[in-house]
Structure formats: structure tokens, C-alpha cells
């Protein structure tokens, strides 16, 4: 054989054996007939799943656990994997992520997927290197100013510095509301909102219940004022690497199927419902695909 032929036929023999590596084709294992994140999933009995530590009521550090309502969507979608995806229990591990370093933890394999108050945008989805899942809720961007504050909505922004979190939706819309207002960006949400505490912003913006999360938590909620209604739509998705059809799928069948069994509404009434403690009115729903 020529030096040609012999690189030809290892190049051959190469992808036979990494093909052959992805097509275990077992039937009671819809995962391993793809070879995708489904398959190391089930064979690491684990889930490492992105979240936020601290951004309440979505996800934050309580002691040595988590808690949130992303937290308990993404603890709930790993127990319906259980039987979506034909394996024993899977361990669920949380890994911090902030709206700036998520896509890259994701990406570097850090984590399976982002629970972590992200919208679904088609930028995001186009441009960066990854899939989203159907929604499974929706916030829409609001303003929180100290309660003195002459700020009753995005109108009155002019002129006005404004902080956000780096890595959000969130400064993209000002800058189509507001172009004339001064933006900071932070890092993550407690610099953002030390920043409004110590007068360095005149409002600080993000998703309503991000900022109604901050009011809550503070010493005195009362020192705060949400000014002006939502004035953007962010449908969240859980965030996957791109190309991970088996994987996505078992996401997308799980959120679903949460809905059809009532869990997901539990979930909700636990973080928004009348006796939670940000009582809601969620106008959200999903429609499951027909079967
Ligand atoms: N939902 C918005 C986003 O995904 C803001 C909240 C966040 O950054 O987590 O950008």
C-alpha cells in the first residue's frame, strides 16, 4: 500500500472505532444510541447542573445546600429522568454559576446543563454554542431604586446611571429602552445591588423577581421601591452544550411531563403562590406536545 492508502485506511480504521464507541445501540437505552450527554449522565449516576448561589427566589446558598425555585425544577427533572432515560437514581450536583461565567462553565464541560434564571434568546441560542430547552417559566425585566428615588419606570432613565449584571439580557434592553441613560455593568448580582445601597447607581435592573428577591432578603425591604411594570418578556429555558438531541429530548419530555403531573404547579405555589413569600401572579404555562 502507498503511504497514501495506509493513512486512508487508519483514518478508516479510526472512525470505525469511534463511531463503533458512540453506537452502542441498546433499545432499553434511547442515550446510548446517540452517544450524547444523555449517555455520560447515566453512566456517572450524575448530574452536574448550573445554578445560582446568590440570586433568590431562583437559586442561593442555604448553609452547605441550595435553594430555589430553579433548584427545585432542576431536582425534580433529574428524578423524571429516572424513567425518561432508564437509569437508577440520578445524584444532583450543584455547581455555582453567575450570568457571566455560565456559558463558559457549560461549554468547558463544568456542568450538564444551566438551571440558573436564564432566558431563552435566539442570540444566545444562534450565536453561542448551545440548545435550549422549552421554557419552563417566565419573568420579564423591571427596575428596582432606593425608595426615595424620583424613578417610576424605564422613561425616566435618561441621563441616569444604571447598573446590571454582566452576562444578562439585562443590558441589552436598557440600551434599546433607554439609550441615553449610563449603564455599569457588575459582575455578579450582590455587587450590583451593593452598588445601588451605596448610591454608585440610581436604579439597578433584572428580571422583576430577581429584584424582588433582593427587597426580601435585604435588612429592610422597605428601603427599596420596584419602579414601573415589566417591560421585557424572558421565557426561561434550561440551557444545554449544542447538538445534544438525545439529551435535550429528555429535558424537554421531563419539563413536560412535570406539568402534566401536577409537580411543576407545586413548585410554583411553593416560591409564588398566595402563602409563598413572593406571592405571584404567573401568567405562565406550558403546552405539552401532543403524544
Ligand atoms: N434572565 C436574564 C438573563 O438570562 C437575567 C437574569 C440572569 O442573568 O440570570 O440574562
Given at each position: 500500500m502507498t503511504t497514501a492508502r495506509i493513512s486512508t485506511a487508519l483514518g478508516l480504521l479510526l472512525a470505525m472505532l469511534l463511531s463503533g464507541c458512540a453506537e452502542n445501540r441498546d433499545p432499553q437505552n434511547p442515550a446510548a444510541a446517540h452517544g450524547d450527554d444523555a449517555t455520560a449522565v447515566i453512566a456517572a449516576k450524575r448530574i452536574r447542573v448550573g445554578v445560582?448561589?446568590?440570586?433568590?427566589p431562583f437559586g442561593s446558598k442555604s448553609g452547605e445546600t441550595y435553594i430555589g425555585f430553579d433548584i427545585d425544577i432542576a431536582l425534580a427533572v433529574a428524578k423524571q429522568l429516572e424513567s425518561i432515560l432508564k437509569t437508577p437514581a440520578l445524584e444532583v450536583e450543584f455547581v455555582p454559576v453567575t450570568s457571566h461565567n455560565r456559558i463558559e462553565k457549560l461549554l468547558a464541560g463544568e456542568v450538564d446543563m444551566l438551571v440558573a434564571s436564564m432566558t431563552i434568546t435566539r442570540y444566545r441560542d444562534q450565536v453561542q454554542n448551545l440548545d435550549f430547552t422549552v421554557p419552563y417559566f417566565q419573568d420579564g425585566q423591571s427596575l428596582l431604586v432606593l425608595?426615595?428615588?424620583?424613578?417610576?419606570?424605564?422613561?425616566?432613565?435618561?441621563g441616569r446611571s444604571v447598573g446590571c449584571v454582566r452576562g444578562s439580557t439585562s443590558s441589552w434592553y436598557l440600551n434599546q429602552v433607554a439609550p441615553d441613560c449610563k449603564p455599569t455593568k457588575y459582575e455578579d448580582f450582590p455587587s450590583l445591588f451593593a452598588a445601588l445601597d451605596a448610591g454608585q447607581v440610581d436604579a439597578a435592573t433584572s428580571d422583576l423577581l430577581i429584584l424582588m428577591g433582593r427587597m426580601r432578603s435585604a435588612?429592610?425591604?422597605?428601603a427599596y421601591r420596584i419602579a414601573g411594570d415589566r417591560f421585557t418578556t424572558e421565557p426561561y429555558g434550561i440551557a444545554v452544550r449544542e447538538n445534544q438531541s438525545t439529551w435535550r429530548d429528555s429535558l424537554n419530555e421531563a419539563i413536560q411531563q412535570l406539568w402534566e403531573n401536577g409537580r411543576w404547579r407545586v413548585i410554583a405555589d411553593t416560591w409564588f403562590g398566595a402563602q409563598s413569600a413572593y406571592p405571584t401572579q404567573l401568567n405562565f404555562g406550558i403546552t405539552p406536545y401532543p403524544k
Open positions: 445560582k448561589a446568590d440570586t433568590p425608595k426615595d428615588s424620583p424613578i417610576q419606570s424605564y422613561q425616566d432613565l435618561a435588612k429592610d425591604p422597605a
